[in-house]
């Protein structure tokens, strides 16, 4: 699993034409769920995101002094089942989550 993470990452990471690095990092994870019934946030594979991060070198460091991590779920609209995950300077974090909020959240 983790090496499928670091792979993917790895691509996305690739083929993003602005690269960029963060020393204090803020990652945001938006758990889309299919439908109401009871899941769990932490068995949807964060720690391997977090190591694929630091992998294709989007975070510095993983330890608690350079990121912060915030979570939150929606439902789909439709019935796809996926997490997506944003990454950003811990100064922009608040910006971050109001424009996912505001803009991005109604499209899933």
């Given at each position: ?8 990452t790895d691509s996305a ?96």
């Amino acid at each position: 699993m983790r090496r499928s993470f670091n792979l993917g990452t790895d691509s996305a990471w690739k083929a993003n034409p602005q690269k960029t690095n963060y020393e204090e990092a803020f990652v945001y994870f938006v758990h889309v769920f299919p439908n109401y019934k009871r899941l769990d946030y932490d068995n949807r594979g964060r720690k391997f995101v977090i190591d694929a991060l630091r992998f294709v070198g989007v975070i510095k460091d993983d330890n608690w002094r350079n990121i912060q991590l915030s979570e939150r779920g929606v439902l789909s609209r439709t019935g796809a089942s996926r997490v997506e995950v944003f990454v950003c300077d811990v100064k922009d974090k608040s910006l971050l989550i109001e424009h996912i909020d505001l803009f991005h959240v109604k499209t899933l």
